[in-house]
């Protein structure tokens, strides 16, 4: 005898029970990997708990999109601080407020045209909260940079990739492999040799200032840090135009702050090459803001992080080729120090390899 449709719908339904609530049951093209990212329906990877559901392994397209991104980022914001240097006569607050202005209008355009809502999103605390803590770290990493010896501020900030690896392992229960703390060791020893900090490498022609201005730069690589955890936390939920527009409009008040606190006047640049600079000032910031925020939504913060440290090396080379600086040998030795830490997190990225050790 036939079955009612009814009964038909009714077993159907089941069937699709079972295989929605079995853990043993993985959709088709996809392997049973409970790890901490959640691959979304875009292909994007979200954070999520080991203990809700069974989760994709992150394709290898994905990394490579996300280590792409990174370094792409590193580029735009070597690039970014060898024009600041350039432009050496206009006040630190005045460039952060144009730059990150202009690219808050830029990045505006882009969101018109796509047809987001830059007032309904989700996650409104998470975005806010990344926004903030990158402009006060963007205000302090300026100000140490002008009121401490260089070699020290860049060894405190560049602490950030511990931070971030402690912190998203607490935070977001994201693993950590050998391949990051080898990253990580290796990454800080070549920005030290680069740096050389007088806490390190003692001289007498060492600057001598106050011992709590060294909290300035830890501060901003707390705030780094965290933004970071933030921002993987808002994965692919919320636009990453949005999240960046936002973010450059808070650093635009940040460069508000850093000039009043400064006490600079504005310059109005009459150069013709300073005008060009600024307005690719304003391109570079805003591509490199947009390329982290994206890049974190396929990989995992502390692998930005880590990326992050070719911004010294890339630094380092511009003052060689660009700025005619002499190079030493104990720099040579840092930048070789993180290229090997970056490249082989970046291989065992694109190559899913793990060590078998996780922490």
Known sequence: ??????????????????????????????????????????????????????????????????????????????????????????????????????????????????????????????????????????????????????????????????????????????????????AIVVGLTGIILIARPSFIFPSEEAEDYPLWYNIVPLITALSLSLAYVCQRHIGSAVNCFVVTFYGLVCQSLAGIILQAATQSSYVNPSCYTFRGMLLCLCFTQATSTLSVNKGLSYEKATTASLIRNLDTVLAFLLQVVVFKEAAESLSLIGAALIMIGTISLTLSKMFGVDCGVQL
Not at 144 to 168: D, E, K, R, W, Y
Request: hydrophobic content about 45%; proline content about 5%; overall charge positive.
């Open 1 to 182: 005898m036939a079955e009612s449709p009814a009964s038909l719908t009714m077993q159907e339904q089941a069937h699709e029970d079972i295989i929605i609530t079995n853990p043993n049951v993985v959709g088709e093209g996809k392997s049973k990997d409970l790890s901490t990212d959640v691959l979304t329906d875009s292909g994007d990877v979200s954070p999520g708990k080991q203990e809700d559901k069974p989760t994709a392994k992150v394709p290898i397209l994905n990394r490579i999109k996300g280590v792409s991104l990174f370094v792409f980022a590193s580029i735009l914001a070597s690039t970014y601080g060898g024009f600041v240097k350039y432009m050496d006569t206009l006040p630190s607050g005045e460039v952060v407020l144009v730059t990150c202005s202009y690219a808050a209008c830029l990045i505006g355009l882009f969101i018109s045209f796509q047809g987001h809502s830059v007032i309904s999103f989700p996650r409104k605390k998470w975005v806010f909260l990344r926004c903030a803590l990158a402009s006060t770290a963007l205000p302090c990493k300026v100000w140490s940079v002008q009121n401490m010896p260089l070699g020290n501020a860049t060894a405190l900030i560049f602490t950030s990739p511990i931070m971030t690896c402690v912190l998203a392992r607490v935070i977001l229960k994201e693993k950590i492999n050998l391949f990051h703390v080898f």
